[in-house]
């Protein structure tokens, strides 16, 4: 099975951008769609991004992400920053047997 | 309204059992996937079993595997994790998740409960 990495933390002043990156071990990171969640503290996760770079129901469009091929690696951009997106991030794949997580990133707002 | 209510949680002592419960509801789950997903405290998520719409296809992280039991009731829309053998290194929150497209197993939870914390301690 594959790993996936990310950064343990990432921090950044409302109303910036911050793009946070998951990179995949081995096989190609455009193989098997990789998934965006969020997870508040005290709260369960909830789906940001699905299918590489979709965004699911009511998220709004300051998040986008995007595979980059040549790093293998998934990246997910959060723009116009705001105090509500402080966060742990988690992306997320899957192959035919497994379903694979990334370490999380805390996401700081301040 | 999807709705994912887990239940079954609480304190037992390493070798015991439990048997965690998710009761769903507003979407027809007897062809969706589940997938059960846990997160130790202070740690991230991982993802610990998945069964397809009509439990023909079963699926286990390898540390579960032998330990662990997924189920899936739907007549009356239960997911179900058996837990036997538990250790402390399975204490966490277990959450029950929706994979994302009906009659379809591909590894994407789309919806997530609040989960039940399990707690492994002598």
């Known amino acids: 099975n594959f790993m996936l990495t990310q950064p343990h933390s990432v921090s950044e002043s409302p109303g910036k951008t911050v793009t946070i990156s998951c990179t995949r071990n081995?096989?190609?990171?455009?193989?098997?769609?990789v998934q965006w969640y969020q997870q508040r503290p005290g709260s369960a996760p909830t789906l940001v991004i699905y299918e590489h770079n979709r965004r699911s129901s009511g998220v709004p469009d300051r998040f986008s992400a995007s595979i980059d091929y040549s790093s293998n690696s998934a990246s997910l951009t959060i723009s116009r920053l705001m105090t509500e997106d402080e966060a742990d991030y988690y992306c997320?794949?899957?192959?035919?047997?497994?379903?694979?997580f990334g370490g999380g990133t805390k996401l700081t707002v301040l | 309204e999807v709705q994912l209510v887990e239940s079954g949680g609480g304190l037992v002592k390493p070798g015991g059992s439990l048997r965690l419960s998710c009761a769903a509801s507003?979407?027809?789950?007897?062809?969706?996937?589940m997938n059960w997903v846990r997160q130790a405290p202070g740690k991230g998520l991982e993802w610990v079993a998945s069964?397809?719409?009509?439990?023909?296809?079963?699926y286990y992280t390898d540390s579960v595997k032998g330990r662990f039991t997924i189920s899936k009731d739907n007549a009356r829309n239960f997911l179900f994790l058996q837990m036997d053998s538990l250790r402390a290194e399975d204490a966490a929150i277990y959450y029950c998740?929706?994979?994302?497209?009906?009659?379809?197993?591909?590894?994407?939870?789309?919806?997530w409960g609040q989960g039940t914390l399990v707690t492994v301690s002598s």
């Open positions: 081995s096989g190609s990171i455009a193989t098997d769609y």
């Open positions: 997320q794949s899957f192959n035919y047997t497994h379903l694979v």
């Open positions: 069964i397809d719409s009509t439990s023909t296809y079963i």
């Open positions: 998740t929706r994979d994302i497209y009906e009659r379809r197993l591909i590894f994407l939870p789309d919806y």
């Open positions: 507003g979407f027809s789950f007897s062809t969706f996937s």
